[in-house]
């Protein structure tokens, strides 16, 4: 019978360098800050029942949201960061002005909805550069998330009265 000889051969010259899935461009992205394009850019989130219609226009970083500025529609600090992250994450900080139409839901549907907004209106305003990041950030994406309805013979969606055998 034939044996088998394991050859073993060995890896000569370098080791292979170590691989990674982060993009390098977010990462330049976030570490210099770029000078924003002169072009405004307008689109529309949606959060639970809160529709945001948003419009960025280039300038200082004036906010105008239902015609109130941002820290009197949102007094809470995490809402007015939230509405913020997309600047921050691009770091556009300051360089447009963001003029804003909400109706509907609650606050923090609210922040959500102009969140999406202004993440939608940065990436159509330069698609090559922001979308990476944006999408990496999940900034793009739709909260699909919403109430669910009340069932019929429960007291809400899905509590029910307390059983009794007897």
């Known amino acids: 019978m034939a044996q088998n000889t394991e050859e073993t ?8 360098s170590t691989y990674t899935t982060e993009t390098s461009a977010s990462a ?5 800050e ?14 639970k029942q809160a529709i945001a219609r948003v419009r960025l ?5 004036k906010w105008t949201v239902n015609g109130r500025t941002l820290e009197n ?4 600090k995490l809402h007015q960061q939230d509405v913020n992250e997309p600047f921050k994450i691009l770091g556009l900080e300051g360089a447009y002005d963001v003029i804003a139409r909400i109706n509907g839901g609650g606050i923090s549907g609210q922040a959500g ?11 159509e305003i330069d698609r090559d550069a922001n979308r990476a990041t944006l999408k990496k950030a999940g900034y ?13 013979g429960l007291k809400k969606a899905r509590k029910a009265s307390q ?4």
């Open 73 to 76: 529609f949102f007094p809470n």
């Open 34 to 47: 770029r000078a924003p394009l002169t072009v405004p850019g307008a689109a529309v989130g949606r959060r």
């Open 113 to 123: 909805a102009l969140r999406l907004g202004i993440a939608r209106s940065l990436n």
């Open 140 to 152: 793009l994406t739709r909260d699909a998330r919403v109430i669910e309805r009340k069932k019929a």
């Open 9 to 16: 051969t060995e890896f000569e010259g370098e080791t292979p």
């Open 28 to 32: 330049a992205v976030a570490d210099t």
């Open 57 to 61: 226009v280039p300038g200082s970083g």
């Open 163 to 166: 059983f009794s055998k007897r």
